[in-house]
């Protein structure tokens, strides 16, 4: 059974900086892509960054380039290292997992087989 576990949300002011942790459990894709997502109140789910498995490529939102960055540590654990933040990058940060990389884009939420449970990030300016 797979699971996904967030940790590492915390209060920040702006300009400060987070690193999020999702472990994942029972994850054995090798051709799977891992991603993080976030929603803040009143919006809809939005991806922000993903990584696959075989090559270690990343996408990004415009809205976080250059200013987070994915890691991959397989099969075990994904980072995002948050830096340079701003109030409107408060949210809750979820990650996700698809098997393989077809089904949508990276960015399409509908193409994630499991998440987690979230991670509340807040930004204070």
């Known amino acids: 059974q797979v699971r996904l576990v967030e940790s590492g949300g915390d209060s920040v002011e702006t300009g400060g900086s987070l690193r999020l942790r999702c472990a994942l459990h029972g994850y054995s894709f090798v051709r799977g892509i891992m991603a993080w997502f976030r929603q803040a109140p009143g919006k809809e789910r939005e991806a922000i960054a993903s990584v696959y498995s075989m090559d270690g490529s990343t996408n990004y939102a415009d809205s976080v380039k250059g200013r987070f960055t994915i890691s991959l540590d397989y099969p075990l654990n994904v980072y995002l290292d948050m830096n340079d933040l701003k109030p409107e990058d408060t949210a809750i940060y979820y990650c996700?997992?698809?098997?393989?990389?077809?089904?949508?884009?990276?960015?399409?939420?509908?193409?994630?087989?499991?998440w987690g449970q979230g991670t509340q990030v807040t930004v204070s300016s």
């Open positions: 996700a997992a698809r098997r393989t990389p077809y089904g949508g884009g990276w960015d399409a939420a509908g193409g994630y087989n499991y």
